[in-house]
C-alpha cells in the first residue's frame, strides 16, 4: 500500500474512532512477531519493526501496534484539524 492510501485509510479510522486522536503517553519499538498493523491492517513481519502505541486516554488496554511508517502517518493526521460534519 503507498503512503496515500494509507493516509487515507488513518484519516477514516480517526474519523470512525478506530484509531484515536490522543497523544502517545508511551511508545516503544521492538523487531515484529507477527502483529497486524491497526492502520493499513497489515501483518507486521519479523524483519520488521513494530511500534507499540499507548495512547493518553486509553489506560489499562494493550498498545496498539504500527508499522514504524503507519505510526509516522497516524502521528501526522491525528494532529491536523478535525473535519466538521453540518
Request: with cysteine.
Amino acid at each position: 500500500m503507498d503512503d496515500k492510501a494509507v493516509r487515507l485509510l488513518i484519516r477514516v479510522l480517526l474519523q470512525k474512532g478506530r484509531l484515536p486522536y490522543a497523544s502517545a503517553a508511551k511508545v516503544s519499538g521492538s523487531p515484529a512477531t507477527g502483529e497486524v498493523c491497526a492502520a493499513c491492517g497489515m501483518t507486521i513481519t519479523a524483519n520488521q519493526l513494530v511500534m507499540d502505541v499507548v495512547p493518553r486516554t486509553v489506560t489499562g488496554k494493550e498498545p496498539i501496534q504500527f508499522h514504524v511508517l503507519c505510526f509516522e502517518l497516524w502521528n501526522d493526521e491525528r494532529r491536523k484539524p478535525r473535519e466538521r460534519i453540518a
